[in-house]
């Protein structure tokens, strides 16, 4: 499954939040956006005191990854 549209626009830490929000839609049950949601949030707060812009586009490139994996994952299970 490709990213969402938009992932490559995605340049500034709130960008990838709601662009993460989103892909959490698209989780097949609701217990599993709640949780992934959840993730989202913590993670965005764990990270909200990071001022380096090298290690901030590092954060965005592995989590625009991460969330593609956990699409594939379970779309593929769903469909199988």
Excluded: F
């Excluded at 949030?41 to 994996?69: F, G, M, N, T």
């Amino acid at each position: 499954m490709p990213p969402l549209p938009g992932a490559e626009l995605v340049q500034n830490p709130v960008q990838l939040y709601r662009y993460l929000l989103r892909c959490c839609k698209l989780l097949p049950s609701a217990e599993m956006q709640t949780h992934y949601r959840h993730a989202v949030r913590q993670s965005y707060r764990s990270h909200s005191d990071e001022d380096d812009p090298a290690r901030i586009r590092l954060i965005i490139k592995r989590a625009v990854a991460d969330a593609d994996w956990v699409l594939e994952k379970y779309t593929k299970k769903k469909e199988a």
